[in-house]
């Protein structure tokens, strides 16, 4: 799913992706490319999990604003309904 879509997003066509394919297995060899492969996953979980990070201390740090808001919002909704 994630290669279709990175295909799509270069708009490559079909013959142009044989062609990088056949480019990298003559590079690094039919040894190389799990090797590759197991390393471009490596990082891709590395950043998945950084930017999971990231987003929980936004979060963490704007929990406090957010249960305002949502406090206030419910008091507006509560005397919209008494009306």
Known sequence: MINS???????LGGGEVV????????LFGGKGIPNIAK???KGIREFKDAA???????????G???????EQIQEVKKEIEKE
């Open 39 to 41: 390393a471009l996953g």
């Open 5 to 11: 879509l990175f295909i799509l997003f270069l708009n």
């Open 19 to 26: 062609l990088i394919l056949f480019v990298i297995l003559l």
């Open 64 to 70: 406090g604003f957010t249960k305002q808001i949502n």
């Open 52 to 62: 999971g990070g990231i987003q929980k201390d936004i979060q963490e740090s704007t």
